[in-house]
Structures are given as structure tokens and as C-alpha cells.
T-cell receptor, first 114, second 115 residues
Framework: KNQVEQSPQSLIILEGKNCTLQ??????????LRWYKQDTGRGPVSLTI?????NTKSNGRYTATLDADTKQSSLHITASQLSDSASYIC?????????????FGTGTRLTIIP | NAGVMQNPRHLVRRRGQEARLRCSPM?????VYWYRQLPEEGLKFMVY????????ESGMPKERFSAEFPKEGPSILRIQQVVRGDSAAYFC?????????????FGNGTRLTVT
């Protein structure tokens, strides 16, 4: 069964600090891994998409890594800001004969405090 | 350049009534996906549609739920005879193509409450 597990479930850090969120997956066959940011009451917004051959990708202060061998990914946030408070969702795509399926993690709820 | 538009944002229905959720994809996008999110849970795939075609409805309950994406107008997710367990946030996403590396653009969801 395809699964995506994220840790920690929630995290509180001070403004300006860095943090790293983890994602482990058992999805096969693997197509790509995505990180989304979901503000409360809003839809998810894409941060990064990484394919099998990519092991790091950055989007401003967000840097995602992917280790396809160990099936792990991380999202590193640098110099956190109050606006980074949100849920961060790891999503793994599998594609079989052109039929793509996305498996969503339950997210890490990040709270930045001043 | 409007994003994915969903309406209504909030919908309250009594048990047994019908709920209709609408989704207008981003301009130029012909692929629409519907997801359901329960509190403290991840988004769960329901159905994938292209214009006038249901491509994959494997995540949608066989009874009471239906979806369409007509040639003209928004995609509609319809829930008949709603029950309390249908209370959830329903998100629509669109993409320009069905390829596995196409980014999905999400709407802000419709929060359905069944009383």
C-alpha cells in the first residue's frame, strides 16, 4: 500500500531560526515528489517538484532534498518568517501506464513565534 | 490571471439534502482533480476528469457521489442525500496536462458541513 509519512507532526520555532521537515514514503513506482504549503483555510500551494534524478531543489528560503534510495525527503526552511506558519505537505506521485496517482502525507504543522 | 476558483467557500446542508460544489479551473487547464480532506488527515483523491470525460473515479464512493466536467462551464462535484460523514473540505485542483510532472494548482476549497 502506498504511504507517505511525515515528521514531526507539529513544530514550533522562533522567528529567524531554521528548521527541517521530514518525509518518508513507500510508493511504487515512483514518479516525483512534491512539497506543498497549505495555509489555514486555503488550498495547498506548490513549493517544489523533484523527479528521480534530482536530489535537491530550492525555492527561495525553501530547499527540498530527495534520497530515492532510502525513500526519504526533507524540506529545509532558512531564516523562518511569521508567514511560514502553515502545514507543509509531502506528496509522492506514482505513474503506472500513464495513470498518475498522488499520495498525500498528513502534513507537518509549523508555527513560527516572534 | 485568476487561479482555480471554487464556490461556495462554505456550504451547510441538512442530512438527506444535495450538495453541489463547483470548480472553475485555471485558464488553459483542461484537467481537473477533486480531493477530500478531513480534519487532521491528508488529502484523499476522489476523481480525475478532463473535459466531458471521467478519467479516474477510483477514489469516489460508488453511491451518492458524482462528478462532471462539461464542455462549457465549471466542474461539478455532486453529493446526493448527504450524511454527517460527508462533512469535510473538498478541494479542486487543475493542471494544463495530465503528465506526471505537471504542477497542480489548488483552489481554496469548499467546506461542507452536514447538520
Amino acid at each position: 500500500k502506498n504511504q507517505v509519512e511525515q515528521s514531526p507532526q507539529s513544530l514550533i520555532i522562533l522567528e529567524g531560526k531554521n528548521c527541517t521537515l521530514q518525509c518518508n514514503y513507500t510508493v511504487s513506482p515512483f514518479s516525483n515528489l512534491r512539497w506543498y504549503k497549505q495555509d489555514t483555510g486555503r488550498g495547498p500551494v506548490s513549493l517544489t517538484i523533484m523527479t528521480f534524478s534530482e536530489n535537491t531543489k530550492s525555492n527561495g528560503r525553501y530547499t527540498a532534498t530527495l534520497d530515492a534510495d532510502t525513500k526519504q525527503s526533507s524540506l529545509h526552511i532558512t531564516a523562518s518568517q511569521l508567514s511560514d506558519s502553515a502545514s507543509y505537505i509531502c506528496v509522492v506521485s506514482s505513474a503506472n501506464f500513464g495513470n498518475e496517482k498522488l499520495t498525500f502525507g498528513t502534513g507537518t504543522r509549523l508555527t513560527i513565534i516572534p | 490571471n485568476a487561479g482555480v476558483m471554487q464556490n461556495p467557500r462554505h456550504l451547510v446542508r441538512r442530512r438527506g439534502q444535495e450538495a453541489r460544489l463547483r470548480c472553475s479551473p485555471m485558464k488553459g487547464h483542461s484537467h481537473v482533480y477533486w480531493y477530500r480532506q478531513l480534519p487532521e488527515e491528508g488529502l484523499k483523491f476522489m476523481v480525475y476528469l478532463q473535459k466531458e470525460n471521467i478519467i479516474d473515479e477510483s477514489g469516489m464512493p460508488k453511491e451518492r457521489f458524482s462528478a462532471e466536467f462539461p464542455k462549457e462551464g465549471p466542474s461539478i462535484l455532486r453529493i446526493q442525500q448527504v450524511v454527517r460523514g460527508d462533512s469535510a473540505a473538498y478541494f479542486c485542483a487543475s493542471s494544463p496536462a495530465g503528465g506526471s510532472n505537471s504542477p497542480l494548482h489548488f483552489g481554496n476549497g469548499t467546506r461542507l458541513t452536514v447538520t
